[in-house]
């Protein structure tokens, strides 16, 4: 009952507030688009293992679907809270407004600890949660997607429960499903690469060659991994890869000036993305301390770890040379360091934009799922690389045009859009 | 040249003298060969032959006294110079053989005797002794025959036999028919009984009572004769073959006596007790002899005594799964010094008595499957002391009153005196004859020590155990196993186990190690050998990763490989953990999890280096999971971002990464209810929580060790304090809390994390193990904790864990591990292992803390005083002063202490500095405790009780309109701490308002104790009372609202007013 926690939704109201200044909204569009439109409160009785009925408390917020159907994850987590959903809902509203997929934002939610529960319970939760919302969602109104702690597996139960209670057959009613279950090509490459066609779009716009930069990224997993892949396909030359020691229990950084080699890293990388630092001094890196990563002189920036990286301390140490920063993780710069990257006028491909790779692949998983045919890969990530190129173009053009910082020019032109579609339909 | 001559005559001379001997002993068999001739004819032909065996042959003379009977050589004369031997017929003295020289000569061994003539005289004596046994038995066959022919009955024939075979067994079955008789109500069998003795016999049938005064005893009668009487009434009364019958069980029975007889005989060496075994059994065979059950039952005893323990705890719980054969087959795995009277030690005996549980159980409980042993040698407790002794190492005796630092520093120095000592060849004789039956497989030497088996000192891990991979020649062979026995009997006198004895008062005792060899289960896979997987079980679940979980539904943690990694602490790995009772319940539930917290090594002997290695996970199975049996029930492949079980079609591992999830395994409903059954079986069959260790090969599942598991008492969940100020809380956490209180903390002693990593050198990594363990004699036991980064007491590197054993950190009352920053740290890996077992034997608090999570508290600034004391009290350490702090509590918070509150229903703890506890209720000590199920949501019984008050309230005594609930128990989210809102809408006088809160004072009260009992938390009063009139409710001020309010309305409880019962009532 305290209101003295962070609160998540109220946060992300005040950011709305202030795009909805920029955008100079009547106050109809802003109540409208301040609070969900739909949410479903219930309850999931279970019976558990013991014999006994627990029941559970279920959520699904329907931020906004004036776009299209509504998008979103659902959690399962003991500590959930209607406002984390709200926030995360709203947030998703935006995320697919910018990518301009013709979606909407969603969240949902089950208070529970998996941690104290079988995988029957998990079934019987899962299951019960999607009887209770059968109705409100599916492939043409609401589409679910496994986000924190809940798995494919989860999915794959709800889908089933799903056709079992409309009697037919709907793949599209959530994503995030297996390769062979519905589940779209390239799904593991699309955030890495995602990055890259945004950095590659805006080194053309800066009139830097790609084959003719450096990079210095942060982090060695999947996001990364696949970055510097498609970076050096484009030419470009990764001089250093910060990772997670797990015996050491802290970062290193390996450094090769004429470029590392993805190939031979991953050969010594185990499967979280920690390097062998041995074995690469072997081939011929230097190991340098975590925080070394931020100062090298390179062009480009890639921080695709953690949130919070970039801070107020360390921002200064950016090396004069860098011209641009895509973020491949989720707030990986904090707002003390934005301003300072700001008055540097280095590029910023902020994370809203630059990992929206992953939810426009979920939206071609869905695409591919009503058509009921599938793509090859190449073709999933060209159409990708289409869409992100437009949406880096939009926002890129509205920053130049309004004179804004990347990060809140995406912010702005993802919220216009949702507030255009409201208009149009006559709501507002 | 004369001495020489005069030494040749001298040895020609004694030849010359053995020669006649040999002649005389020939002519004497030849005599003897003639078994139809009268005795008297035979005496007559030896006295003449005798005499040439001796010397002094001219004047020797014979005399031979049968049965009063004089038989001598003609001339005879009484000599001094005599040599006599006994006859003896049936261990009964029948007459004597006499040899006398009838002239002096000179002085030899024994008169003038030769000593070579004792023996000769004693030989012949017993000779003529078997011939006249012989003689009497054909005799005696012949008259059975007659008799058979004159149609005796068959149990004549057989008493007859007796008679004149042995008549002291013919006594003691006799003895037998006799309480037979009685028993079945023969009246003239009372009158014999009476005639033993008379006295006491009638006094007991007079009446039952009996004082406490001995039973007197008359004059022996004559008991042949009594006996003659006692078989003559009952072939009276008993029909033939019902007492042919019991005759013969009687005799057989008998036999076993000599057995029990040596078990008792506190003299007898195990070699005595092995032989009375093997000829019990062999004539056991030969005759199908089946004991009754109380005979069998008393060698049982007396053999679990000899060899096992004499802890009647042990007995009591053994003696019902062993049977004689057991023993045989044991007998013939024993490796015991000469005349040893030594035992298996804990670990064998507990290994044995389970295996044999489990295999009389494995015939009617299915789901137990099949249960095997590894194939085992046993070398005897005493062993060491003999060894000690043969080497002249008695003064290691003393080493364990020594100080422990001094133990610590000698002790490398003692194993190698002992590896360099050597065996007794007896010894070596023995345990080279096991090693050709173990052949070339590799093993395993393991202690088994007499302390072992006690109650509650399991000494997990205290004592040495060594792997041979066993490859090589015999000579190799045998040297590494004895050097390997050598070094398990060194570490009897390790400083761990010295210090760990010295805690239970059992230092004085004088421990005995014994060693059991056995073969390690495994197989070949390339160069390497291993089991599919291996792991500990526990009766009791000592750590709980989810409230659900409870103690008695037990503990199982899996590694694939050698089970040492599931035993030892691992400093950056992690073995599967699952619950038996509740086995869907995994600590890992993501993916991520899953992923990142499985075992990612395994422990395997190399067949081609000869040694013990670890290896990694995920290159034995790309390289040999092909050949390894278990790959597919253990592993699963992470592909694509997916984990899934391995199927038949995953031929390569091309793009996918092997994780041992032992997945196919855990849900193939035939391990965990294995597993389950197995507890069940020893759970119930010993009475007490077990502790196993064990290895499956091929789905074969192989009982290594079993042990009473160590405990800790119950602790109570200590109440969460609420309300502290900021700055007195030093840190706080919300993962893998277990229960207790770790009251009136007065020193802490923390190793900063971070300094800690910062140290390059791997002596200054180890130099601070050394100063905790310094600190642990220094500091007042139980009033300090130790704080500090990783895994304690781990295996591995020491980086990831400050490196101490047991006996580095036995006085701390509390041992906190820190996990800095997100990464590979998880706690629970420690549980379950030898090191875990110490300290909830020693009722050591554990605690995890995660101080980067943002929902907890660490005070940094307190812990990283900078008025640490370890330099005054360690001042050769100053130097590592930045890196472990000594906090003197009082002094740091103005005389206050630490107190450690810890709750795991509620998964909370929290350190705070406060004054010393006083109450005593806290002392988070209680037996027996049993916490209820928290699947009890708080929010539902608060509802169920208010509805309860509700309808035991009296709306008109009180002046009650309305009752309303609201807030958290309505809207259902209570939490442990929350109130009950009730809303009260209330019309009454100034009177009816105390009344009325007054009984709602007696009932909030209630409640909170119900609460505390439930969850730890105590607040004074559960119930929160709004009193509202009908003028609140028009005005709708804030309580009021509630009612009838769109977000968040209070419910109206019904009351029961006398109008609606009666209503209910018609």
Not at chain 2, 437 to 463: C, M, N
């Amino acid at each position: 009952m305290s209101t003295t926690a962070f609160n998540a939704f109220e946060m992300a109201q005040a950011q709305f507030d202030k795009a909805a200044e920029i955008l100079n909204f009547d106050s109809g569009t802003r109540e409208l688009l301040r609070n969900p439109l739909r949410e479903y409160h219930f309850s999931i009785p279970v019976h558990m293992d013991d014999g006994s009925v627990q029941v559970f408390r279920g959520f699904r917020v329907q931020y906004n679907d004036a776009r299209g159907p509504c998008k979103g994850g659902i959690r399962f987590h003991p500590a959930e809270t209607i406002d984390t959903v709200r926030a995360l809902a709203m947030w998703m509203t935006w995320k697919t407004a910018v990518v301009d997929i013709p979606l909407g934002g969603s969240k949902g939610g089950v208070i529970c600890d998996p941690h104290n529960l079988s995988q029957r319970e998990l079934e019987q939760i899962a299951r019960g949660w999607i009887r209770q919302v059968a109705k409100n969602v599916g492939p043409i109104t609401d589409v679910p997607a496994p986000d924190v702690m809940t798995s494919p597996q989860i999915m794959l139960w709800m889908l089933d429960e799903y056709e079992t209670i409309t009697g037919a057959k709907y793949p599209g009613v959530i994503t995030g499903k297996p390769v062979g279950m519905g589940g779209s090509l390239g799904r593991t490459e699309a955030t890495g690469y995602g990055l890259i066609y945004t950095v590659r779009e805006a080194l053309k716009e800066l009139g830097i060659r790609s084959d003719e930069t450096t990079a210095s990224v942060q982090g060695f997993g999947n996001v990364a991994q696949y970055a510097i892949q498609l970076y050096n396909q484009l030419g470009g030359t990764v001089i250093s890869v910060s990772y997670w020691d797990q015996k050491d229990n802290t970062t290193y950084v390996v450094r090769k000036n004429d470029g590392i080699n993805v190939k031979e890293l991953l050969g010594i990388t185990d499967r979280f993305g920690g390097v062998d630092g041995n074995k690469a001094k072997d081939l011929g890196y230097e190991i340098l301390p975590g925080e070394a990563w931020i100062s090298q002189e390179v062009d480009i920036l890639l921080p695709c770890a953690l949130e919070n990286q970039v801070t107020g301390e360390n921002v200064e140490q950016i090396h004069s040379g860098v011209k641009l920063i895509g973020e491949g993780a989720n707030g990986p710069t904090t707002p003390e360091a934005d301003q300072v990257i700001q008055k540097r006028s280095i590029y910023m491909v902020p994370d809203f934009l630059a990992n929206a790779g992953g939810v426009t692949c979920s939206y071609f998983e869905q695409v591919q799922n009503s058509m009921n045919y599938y793509w090859p890969k190449d073709e999933v990530l060209g159409k990708l690389d289409i869409k992100m190129t437009a949406a880096f173009l939009a926002v890129n053009e509205l920053a130049k045009k309004r004179k804004l910082y990347m990060r809140d020019a995406a912010f702005v032109i993802a919220v216009n859009r949702v507030a255009q579609a409201c208009k149009d339909r006559g709501w507002v | 040249m004369s001495t020489n001559n005069n030494q040749a005559e001298r040895v020609i001379g004694t030849l010359q003298e053995r020669a006649k001997e040999l002649s005389c002993l020939f002519r004497i068999e030849e005599i003897l060969q003639d078994s139809n001739q009268e005795l008297s004819h035979l005496f007559e032909s030896l006295i003449q032959v005798i005499p040439l065996g001796w010397q002094h042959t001219e004047i020797c003379q014979v005399k031979i006294v049968f049965q009063g009977d004089e038989f001598k050589s003609s001339n005879y004369k009484p000599t001094e110079w005599i040599l006599t031997a006994n006859l003896i017929v049936n261990d009964e003295l029948v007459g004597s053989l006499e040899v006398s020289y009838t002239e002096e000569r000179p002085m030899e061994d024994e008169g003038p005797f030769l000593k070579e003539e004792r023996k000769l005289i004693n030989t012949l004596g017993e000779r003529i002794g078997q011939f006249i046994n012989y003689q009497q038995l054909r005799q005696i066959y012949k008259e059975v025959e007659s008799r058979k022919a004159e149609s005796h009955t068959d149990s004549k024939i057989v008493v007859d036999l007796l008679y004149h075979t042995d008549p002291k067994l013919y006594m003691r079955i006799a003895r037998r028919l006799l309480n037979y008789l009685y028993k079945n109500g023969v009246s003239e069998s009372q009158k014999i009984l009476q005639k033993f003795i008379p006295a006491s016999y009638s006094k007991i049938a007079d009446s039952d009572t009996g004082d406490n005064i001995p039973l007197s005893h008359q004059g022996e009668p004559d008991i042949m004769d009594l006996s003659q009487e006692i078989y003559n009434i009952a072939y009276s009364y008993t029909n033939d073959q019902k007492l042919l019958n019991h005759l013969q069980r009687w005799i057989q029975e008998d036999r076993a006596n000599l057995v029990i007889k040596t078990l008792n005989d506190p003299r007898a060496t195990l070699d005595d007790i092995a032989d009375q075994l093997r000829r019990f059994k062999q004539i056991a065979e030969k005759e199908n002899l089946e004991l009754s059950e109380p005979i069998q039952r008393t060698i049982i005893v007396q053999l679990i005594r000899a060899l096992m323990s004499s802890r009647m705890g042990f007995i009591h719980r053994s003696k019902n799964y062993l049977s004689l054969e057991d023993f045989h087959n044991l007998f013939a795995a024993i490796i015991s010094p000469t005349a040893s009277r030594g035992r298996l030690g804990g670990k064998g005996s507990g290994m044995f008595v389970a295996s044999k549980l489990l295999e009389k159980q494995v015939k009617t409980n299915k789901e137990l499957g099949q249960i095997r042993t590894p194939k085992t040698y046993y070398v005897t407790t005493d062993g060491v002391y003999n060894f000690i002794c043969y080497n002249d190492l008695e003064h290691v005796f003393e080493q364990k009153y020594k100080d422990i630092e001094q133990i610590r520093m000698e002790y490398p120095q003692l194993v190698d005196i002992f590896k360099n000592s050597k065996f007794p060849p007896d010894i070596v004789d023995k345990v080279s004859a096991a090693l050709d039956d173990l052949a070339d497989t590799p093993l395993i030497v393991r202690s088994s020590s007499l302390l072992e088996d006690q109650l509650g000192t399991a000494f997990s891990g205290k004592y040495r155990s060594v792997f041979l991979g066993n490859q090589g020649t015999k000579q190799e062979r045998l040297h590494a196993l004895l050097d390997a026995i050598a070094e398990v009997y060194a570490s009897t006198f390790a400083p761990d186990p010295i210090e760990y004895r010295k805690e239970r008062d059992l230092l004085d005792f004088n421990e005995e190690m014994g060693v059991m060899i056995s073969e390690v289960v495994g197989e070949r896979v390339g160069d390497y050998f291993l089991p599919s997987f291996a792991g500990v079980i526990f009766s009791n679940n000592e750590f709980r990763w989810s409230p659900r979980i409870k103690r008695e539904d037990g503990l199982v943690r899996l590694t694939p490989g050698l089970g040492t990694r599931a035993v030892d602490r691992l400093a950056d790995d992690y073995p599967i953990l699952v619950s038996p009772g509740q086995p869907d319940l995994r600590v890992n539930v993501t993916q991520d999890e899953v992923v990142r917290y499985s075992p990612n090594k395994l422990d395997v002997i190399n067949l081609k280096t000869n040694t013990f290695e670890t290896i990694d996970l995920v290159d034995f199975i790309k390289n040999h999971g092909h050949e390894f049996s278990a790959t597919d029930q253990l592993i699963s492949l992470l592909r694509d971002d997916r984990l899934q079980q391995m199927s038949l079609l995953d031929l390569d591992f091309e793009g996918a990464h092997p994780v041992a999830t032992f997945d196919k395994l855990l849900n193939n409903n035939k391990f965990i209810p294995q597993v389950r059954a197995i507890l069940a079986t020893l759970n119930d069959g010993f009475g007490i929580p077990v502790d196993i260790e064990f290895a499956v090969k091929n789905d074969e599942f192989y009982l290594l060790q079993c042990r009473p598991q160590s405990y800790g008492k119950a602790r109570r969940p200590a109440p969460i304090p609420k309300d502290v100020p900021e700055e007195d809380i030093i840190f706080s956490a919300n993962r893998y809390i277990t229960n207790g209180h770790a009251a009136d903390i007065a020193y802490i002693v923390y190793v900063d994390p971070e300094r800690y990593s910062q140290i390059e050198s791997k002596d200054t990594l180890l130099e601070v193990g050394k100063v905790v363990s310094k600190l642990n004699t220094i500091l007042p036991k139980r009033q300090f904790i130790l704080m500090g980064p990783g895994r304690w007491g781990s295996r591995g590197d020491v980086k990831l864990g400050v490196s101490i054993t047991y006996s580095d950190i036995n006085n701390t009352a509390m041992l906190i591990e820190v996990a800095r920053k997100k990464g590979n740290y998880i706690p629970d890996l420690s549980f379950g292992t030898h090191f875990f077992q110490d300290l909830v034997e020693s009722e050591i608090h554990y605690l995890p803390l995660y101080p980067d999570n943002q929902d907890v508290k660490f005070n940094k600034r307190f812990l990283n005083t900078p008025r640490s004391i370890l330099h005054k009290l360690l001042p050769e350490y100053e130097y590592l002063d930045h890196v472990i702090k000594v906090i003197d509590v009082a002094d740091e918070s103005r005389g206050r202490v630490l107190q450690v509150y810890m709750n795991s229903e509620l998964d909370e703890a929290i350190a705070v500095l406060a004054p010393p506890a006083t109450k005593v209720d806290d002392s988070g000590v209680q037996k027996d405790f049993q916490l209820k199920s928290v699947s009890d949501e708080h929010w539902r019984w608060r509802h169920r009780m208010v509805e309860g008050l509700a309808r035991s309230l009296d709306p008109d005594k009180f002046g009650v309109k309305g009752l309303y609930v609201f807030g958290s128990t309505n809207n259902g989210n209570a939490g442990p701490g929350s109130d009950i809102d009730l809303l009260v809408h209330y019309d009454g006088t100034g009177e009816h308002e105390k009344d009325l809160m007054q009984w709602l004072d007696g009932w909030s009260g209630c409640l909170d104790e119900i609460n505390y009992s439930k969850t730890g938390y105590r607040s004074g009063g559960l119930l929160d009372i709004h009193l509202i009139t009908d003028d609140d409710i028009r005005k709708k001020r804030w309580d009021a609202s509630k009612i009838g309010a769109i977000t968040d309305p209070a419910t109206e409880l019904p009351l029961t007013r006398e109008e609606a019962a009666k209503e209910d009532s018609e």
